[in-house]
């Protein structure tokens, strides 16, 4: 027999129900009585496919069958949401529809019919909204695993390091761990990326449990999680067990150096820096990724060194109490110097003994006990003191360039005086008719240049060659006017030839002198050229000079 469809009446339902209304809308209240009933039983006892069909075998009637599967099924629909299974809703919908084929009545058939197609419609509906609803997810969960892959790979393939954050650095700014800093910073950064990465892994794979979607494609999505965890996992473990490693050696350094031989005496010394460093090493094993027994042996072990400063604070005020007593004594001592020391600026003392008596203080204040700040003030106070003393200083300092400054431009008007006399003598001898005194001038101008002790040696240098070329002219021109003379020429002749011989023997041991001076090291290569021009010149008024005494040799000679 054909199952009708919802809405379609044939003719015996027509017949049976122009017959029967009375008695079908007597059955009705009766059904909607016994479904009230039989749906909280339902609710209550069928939870699975097996209760169901137990519940079912009691029932006699396959009417009764039917209502209680209906029912059961607007029970599983009403409960449901988005997220539910409906997977027992459609298993009972498959029981019932062959139940439908040994229903007799017509009547009561076609309403139980209709009932059933409704509640398949609101099922499908159901599923539909499922459907559509696991595609999102699904998209979800395939584009977070996606940019968790561009994340990892471009983690493991990163060829820069990463810059490092001012709070990084602040919080491991630590003189323990000092010698592995870069260390530390540079892996706590990656195990921070590790460290989301595993989150991540971690919370889809959970997402995706509770998620309903095809078992194939549930298991791609765990595979490709698999291979990432492959990746981040035992990275971020290899990481993990370095740190733990090297920051429990840092932590045996800082025990061993501080603690395992230390006195009680040595560590009254230091006991506010170790008591900072203890803290900022507890604070460093939580901020960085080591693992839970490195964590509980190292703050174990900073426990320890933390009972071994115990009652030392309490001993270092007592002795602070008494150090301030005898600060107080130091301090008004050392301030009544500083008073004197006002003084002597106010009374405008040499700046020297100033200095010099602020130095003293400065050292003595280095040799007595005076607490923090005290130390603070008196050094507050030495500095101002200073500052005054320097301005002084500056304004001296100021005065003597001035002064320095004239003297220098005195010196260069004298040098130029000087320079401007042995040019213009020389000019008169080369020039003109010979000046009166012409030969002590020379010696003169000598001991001007030789006395004046400012001048430079290249000056010096060239006025002593001016000099000696004038001189050579004069005597010259003394010994052509001696030779000039008719009265007595022999005798004359031999007077000059002693001078030219004199000379010669000045002028050799000239020669002789500005060579060793040339062969001499250390020389620069400006003086060195100055030596070679002087040789030079001295050997050519040699040669000249040797070249005049044969002459006039040659003259005697004949004379006589």
Not at 59 to 72: D, N, P
Not at 154 to 181: M, N, Q, V, W, Y
Not at 222 to 248: M, Y
Request: charged residues 30%.
């Amino acid at each position: 027999m054909d199952i009708p469809e919802q809405g379609s009446n044939t003719p015996e339902v027509e017949q049976a129900a122009c017959c029967n209304q009375e008695a079908a809308e007597n059955d009705r209240a009766k059904d909607k009585l016994s479904s009230s009933e039989i749906s909280a039983e339902a609710v209550q006892s069928c939870e699975s496919m097996e209760a169901f069909e137990q519940v079912v075998a009691e029932r006699s009637s396959i009417e009764e069958k039917i209502l209680f599967a209906l029912e059961q099924m607007g029970a599983l629909l009403k409960g449901a949401d988005q997220n539910s299974d409906l997977k027992l809703f459609w298993n009972v919908r498959k029981f019932c529809l062959p139940l439908f084929q040994q229903l007799e009545d017509p009547v009561q058939r076609a309403n139980l019919w209709g009932r059933y197609t409704e509640l398949t419609r609101e099922g499908r509906y159901i599923k539909t909204l499922q459907d559509e609803e696991g595609a999102f997810l699904v998209g979800q969960i395939e584009l977070a695993i996606s940019c968790l892959e561009s994340g990892v790979q471009g983690f493991f393939s990163k060829t820069e390091k990463e810059e490092i954050s001012e709070e990084d650095r602040a919080a491991l700014e630590i003189p323990s761990l000092s010698a592995h800093k870069d260390f530390y910073l540079s892996t706590h950064a990656d195990l921070r990326w590790l460290g989301s990465f595993s989150s991540q892994i971690i919370n889809l794979r959970k997402e995706l449990m509770n998620i309903s979607m095809r078992m194939r494609l549930k298991s791609q999505f765990f595979q490709k999680l698999s291979v990432l965890g492959n990746k981040v996992f035992p990275r971020r473990k290899e990481l993990t067990e370095k740190v733990s490693e090297l920051f429990a050696q840092d932590v045996e350094a800082f025990v061993e150096r501080y603690f395992s031989r230390a006195s009680r005496e040595s560590l009254k010394k230091s006991v506010f820096f170790l008591r900072k460093e203890i803290k900022r090493l507890q604070q460093a094993a939580k901020y960085l990724s080591i693992s839970s027994g490195v964590f509980s042996s190292t703050r174990l072990g900073l426990s320890q060194c933390w009972d071994q400063l115990k009652g030392l604070e309490k001993e270092i005020r007592q002795e602070q109490s008494r150090l301030a007593a005898t600060s107080a004594e130091n301090m008004k001592e050392v301030q009544g110097r500083l008073d004197q020391v006002e003084v002597l600026l106010q009374e405008n003392e040499e700046v020297h003994k100033i200095r010099k008596e602020i130095e003293a203080i400065s050292k003595h204040i280095r040799g007595i006990s005076l607490v923090h700040d005290d130390v603070v003030l008196l050094k507050g106070r030495i500095q101002t003191l200073l500052g005054e003393v320097r301005e002084r200083e500056a304004v001296i300092e100021k005065e003597m360039k001035e002064l320095q400054a004239k003297a220098e431009q005195a010196r260069a008007e004298a040098i130029q005086a000087l320079e401007n006399e042995v040019q213009s003598f020389c000019d008169q001898c080369n020039e003109g008719d010979l000046p009166e005194g012409a030969k002590e001038r020379c010696q003169e101008l000598k001991e001007a240049v030789k006395k004046m002790a400012y001048l430079p040696y290249a000056k010096k240098v060239a006025l002593d060659n001016q000099i000696n070329a004038a001189q050579r002219s004069v005597l010259a021109r003394l010994e052509e006017q001696m030779l000039a003379c008719p009265d007595e020429k022999v005798l004359n002749m031999r007077q000059v030839l002693e001078q030219r011989m004199l000379r010669r023997k000045e002028l050799k041991a000239k020669f002789e002198c500005d060579k060793k001076l040339l062969g001499g090291s250390g020389l620069d290569f400006d003086r060195a050229l100055q030596y070679s021009a002087m040789v030079e010149e001295d050997r050519k008024a040699l040669e000249e000079l040797d070249a005049a005494i044969i002459e006039l040799k040659r003259q005697i000679q004949q004379f006589v």
